[in-house]
T-cell receptor, first 113, second 112 residues
Framework: GNSVTQMEGPVTLSEEAFLTINCTYTATGYPSLFWYVQYPGEGLQLLLKATKADDKGSNKGFEATYRKETTSFHLEKGSVQVSDSAVYFCAPSHNNAGNMLTFGGGTRLMVKP | DAGITQSPRYKITETGRQVTLMCHQTWSHSYMFWYRQDLGHGLRLIYYSAAADITDKGEVPDGYVVSRSKTENFPLTLESATRSQTSVYFC???????????FGDGTRLSIL
């Protein structure tokens, strides 16, 4: 089955710093790749997605590129804000098995003013 | 309002009791999912459903029962609750394979 490795947190940055959260995965076939964000006390929200190799997903200043050759989907943002403080989850999908997602353990981001 | 709703938001019960968590979505999505979220384990899939009357086990199904008689509802039942089932439970739905899952706000369940 699929598996996901995310960098462990917490990641603590100052406002306007550059963010990278690494994600690598193992999967059979060609999964779609997702990043979800969870704000305190809330459910997960889709942040961005990519469905095929070399696709770049982007939303709210965040970007991630589907790298098939390195099986990676690293999340980046050029200038973080305090409001970006949350937990971020990388998740490949099983396109041939009920559309299930396999979640990484999550990376907590804390942005200080 | 359109979306996915979970109830209750918070529940405290005792070991051995039966408890049912409700999930309702208004998009007519085919797929629905139940996850539990625990510190140190991320989100783990309990059960999922590809359509009404079709359910299948996920990673951690023991101690849980699901049903899906209608497309929009996917209740999760703990038949005899144990302390190890104390967790935050999330329901999600998606339209089709490769499509994003949409999550509810979760149910925080404490079993004393």
């Amino acid at each position: 089955g699929n598996s996901v490795t995310q960098m462990e947190g917490p990641v603590t940055l100052s406002e306007e710093a550059f963010l990278t959260i690494n994600c690598t995965y193992t999967a059979t076939g060609y999964p779609s790749l997702f990043w979800y964000v969870q704000y305190p006390g809330e459910g997960l929200q889709l942040l961005l997605k990519a469905t095929k190799a070399d696709d770049k997903g982007s939303n709210k200043g965040f970007e991630a590129t589907y790298r098939k050759e390195t099986t990676s989907f690293h999340l980046e943002k050029g200038s973080v804000q305090v409001s970006d403080s949350a937990v971020y989850f990388c998740a490949p999908s099983h396109n041939n098995a009920g559309n299930m997602l396999t979640f990484g353990g999550g990376t907590r981001l804390m942005v200080k003013p | 309002d359109a979306g996915i709703t979970q109830s209750p938001r918070y529940k405290i019960t005792e070991t051995g009791r039966q408890v049912t968590l409700m999930c309702h979505q208004t998009w007519s999505h085919s797929y629905m999912f139940w996850y539990r979220q625990d510190l140190g384990h991320g989100l783990r899939l309990i059960y999922y459903s590809a359509a009404a009357d079709i359910t299948d086990k996920g990673e951690v199904p023991d101690g849980y029962v699901v049903s899906r008689s209608k497309t929009e509802n996917f209740p999760l039942t703990l038949e005899s609750a144990t302390r190890s089932q104390t967790s935050v439970y999330f329901c999600a739905s998606s339209a089709a394979g490769g499509q994003p899952q949409h999550f509810g706000d979760g149910t925080r369940l404490s079993i004393l």
